[in-house]
């Protein structure tokens, strides 16, 4: 008698390293969304950094003043899950290292301000806090 089919033991087999597979397919997904997530975050990042600066880049230059604000998370309307941190510092125009902003404008024929906007966010990934630096320069017109 010849008898063509599986047997129970092969059955066994075959479901296992399906369900093998599945399982390793599935736990894919969350790693993907977290990896997306962080990902949207830190492009909303990149994109509050620049509406910062383009802020004040809009601005004249005698408005901005040296120091440093930030906006801590939760203040930013939308975007709870982000902080920002502007800083206004003069420099030297000829190797841009940082200035005090007290001396004389009428004497320094290329003034130059630096805005430098940090951007931070809390990644799913890692428990530790992420940032992007964003540095603008505006001259006096």
Known sequence: MNKKGF?????????????????????????????????????????????????????????????TATEEYGSIPGFEGHKRKTNINCVNYENLLEVSCDYDLTNDPEPLKKIEVEVFWRSSLVAAEKSINLVGLITKR
């Open 7 to 67: 047997t129970i033991i092969e059955v066994i087999v075959a479901v296992f390293i399906l369900a093998v597979g599945i399982v390793a397919v599935l736990n894919m997904f969350p790693l993907g969304i977290q990896m997306a997530r962080s990902s949207q975050m830190a492009s909303v990042a990149v994109h509050l950094g620049q509406e910062k600066i383009e802020e004040m880049l809009s601005d004249t230059y005698n408005n901005l003043i040296e120091g």
